[in-house]
């Protein structure tokens, strides 16, 4: 084929450069077959200040995002030393930070941990691992998981009901979902696994809930868990995500990430945040009363409770467009759903200025509970 691509780029025929390329979009990588049929646009996602100053006209400065779920107190020990910065990270820092994940998600010393530049770097590899699969999703929750199965070549089937995972070669589970917050015991999980061949649980949001983590049940089988400091420690930026299960598994996803994977301020930052009990438990604590704190304004505007968690809840009314419009030309960002018109996720505001812009924001909009 090298031979054909040449040819067609040096006599300028655009036609069969087109087509060539087509075709190559369908050639095997790493023994995955890859149609640009299969392709689909990148999902929405919330946390887009810059779109969201331009369709309402406000000032990326002037904007309050409630759209991404991310914890607005981050944790506060982020400073880096210079050696992070000016050095590759070694085997020991990677060693040390993984060391402080295995204690903090309570992972049994049989599982694998690695560490990745942020949970979507597995999402974007893992399908790779498992070509021409059936994928079994709990929905609606975090669209990239359909995105990326779909995306390789697999086939991706949502499903609405817990025990209809089975019916997929690969399960995959949001727990707590995001965005309406269901949630899931591991002994559940653990039995429905036993049907599946590989059962894949993203814990996004499961830092404030520790006791529904499948981590500490893991002895070897058939499970992938997802951990990530982006939500809980609000740390999303910093980029640093981890995959807990079989070695067999864990070890090819780490060579496939390559080396130095995860940047040196992250390892250190990371290592500290995660093995600071003291900022966790008040952290767990403060976030049931902002949430309660949450909840109770919405239903004071008449609003109706879908669901949530700990970061974020999700409100469902008909008014719902109408009420992200509103706010989001009041200056509040807050997370709408394409295929779920009715669905209005809302996450936590931080300082006390930022919590009386979403109750004036929200009291000068009509007939929101309509």
């Known amino acids: 084929m090298g031979n ?14 087109k087509g060539l390329l087509s075709e190559a979009l369908k050639t095997c990588y790493d023994g995955v077959m890859f149609d ?7 999902p929405l996602h919330g946390g887009d200040l810059t779109a969201a100053a331009q369709e309402f006209g406000v000032a990326e400065a002037d904007l309050i995002d409630l759209s991404t779920g991310i914890n607005p107190s981050l944790y506060r020990h ?5 050696r992070a910065l000016r050095m590759l990270p070694t085997p020991g820092d990677v060693k040390n930070l993984l060391a402080a994940a295995q204690e903090f998600y309570r992972a049994p010393a049989s599982s694998s941990i690695i560490a990745a530049p942020g949970t979507q770097a597995v999402l974007q590899n893992l399908p790779l691992l498992y070509p021409g699969r059936d994928v079994a999703i709990l929905s609606p929750t975090y669209s990239e998981h359909g995105h990326t199965w779909g995306s390789a070549g697999n086939t991706v089937t949502p499903v609405s009901e817990f025990d209809d995972l089975s019916q997929g070669d690969i399960a995959v589970l949001v727990n707590p979902n995001n965005p309406d917050g269901r949630r899931y ?3 559940d999980i653990l039995k429905l696994a036993e049907d599946v061949e590989l059962f ?8 404030a809930s520790p006791e529904l983590s499948l981590v500490p049940h893991l002895k070897g089988q058939n499970i992938l868990v997802l951990r990530s400091l982006g939500k809980f420690f609000g740390l999303a930026g910093l980029r640093l995500g981890f995959l807990i299960g079989a070695s067999d598994i864990t070890t090819v996803l780490s060579d496939r990430l390559g080396p130095w994977a995860v ?11 995660l093995a600071d009990d003291i900022w966790i438990a008040e952290t767990v604590s403060d976030l049931a009363i902002k949430a309660m704190r949450l909840n109770n304004l919405l239903q004071a505007c008449g609003l109706s409770i879908a669901g949530g968690a700990e970061l974020f809840t999700l409100i469902e009314t008909g008014q719902a467009q109408a009420i992200y419009q509103g706010l989001g030309r009041a200056g509040v960002l807050v997370r709408r759903f394409e295929d779920l018109p009715n669905w209005l996720r809302i996450g936590l505001p931080g300082a006390d200025r930022e919590w009386e812009k979403l109750a004036t924001a929200l009291s000068a909009i009509d007939n929101m509970g309509e």
């Open 185 to 187: 015991q591991p002994d």
């Open 200 to 207: 894949i649980i993203d814990e996004a949001f499961c830092d």
């Open 263 to 273: 940047s040196g301020p992250a390892i250190e930052i990371g290592a500290r945040a």
């Open 78 to 82: 982020i400073e880096v030393s210079e």
């Open 4 to 17: 054909r691509f040449f040819t067609a780029f040096f006599f300028h025929n655009t036609d069969s450069l």
């Open 36 to 42: 640009d049929t299969k392709l689909r646009k990148t």
